[in-house]
């Protein structure tokens, strides 16, 4: 037994006082650093600095919309794709706010439940938030929400992006759909 216990201080020494480019400390910078970089995205976005915060999507990122009705996955791809669709949601909610209530890491995924808000006060012109904006003139109506994204990053750059979205308590809010409650 004093042999094994004697490799195990050691080892503990090792990776506790040891060169952080050991393989053991790894996993948990990568985690850190991939949590930062999400972290980051959504504080420019909550400053309404929407082209930084499009700044740190890789140049081939995919954004996978979930739909699955003709038996794949819709994916777009590329950083432009994405930047033009941020456009398009501070265009018709100039004061859009992601606030982090719950942050999951773990390598290279990074899952935030955030409380999605905004005002809308412009025309929508793509076919995002759930489609039902494209061409509505505003309401003045607020509304908040949650939202689930999960990020994959690889190399400081956002690789992926998975989205659950509630646009339909945001469209009731906004008053363009009936609300449930009566």
Same mark, same amino acid.
């Given at each position: ?52 915060? *499009?700044?740190?999507? #890789?140049?081939? /990122? !995919? ?6 009705? @003709? &038996? ?32 999951? *890491?773990?390598?290279? #995924?990074?899952? /935030? !439940? ?6 809308? @006060? &412009? ?48 469209? @009731? ?10």
């Amino acid at each position: 037994m004093r042999p094994t216990w004697g490799l195990v201080a050691f080892t503990v020494v090792l990776t506790t006082v040891g060169d952080s480019s050991l393989d053991v400390a790894q996993p948990a910078g990568e985690t850190e650093r991939n949590r930062e970089v999400v972290r980051q995205h959504l504080e420019l976005l909550n400053r309404g600095d929407w082209k930084q915060a *499009a700044a740190l999507f #890789s140049s081939d /990122v !995919r954004h996978h919309l979930g739909n699955w009705q @003709q &038996g794949t996955e819709s994916i777009v791809r590329g950083r432009d794709t994405l930047t033009d669709n941020l456009k398009d949601i501070f265009r018709t909610f100039p004061d859009w706010k992601m606030e982090i209530v719950e942050m999951v *890491a773990e390598g290279e #995924s990074v899952v /935030v !439940r955030c409380k999605v808000s905004g005002t809308h @006060q &412009g025309v929508g012109v793509k076919r995002i938030n759930g489609g039902f904006l494209v061409g509505v003139q505003p309401t003045g109506k607020r509304f908040v929400v949650q939202h689930m994204h999960w990020y994959k990053v690889r190399e400081g750059k956002i690789i992926d992006h998975f989205a659950s979205r509630d646009d339909l308590g945001m469209t @009731q809010q906004l008053g363009l759909l009936p609300s449930g409650n009566r």
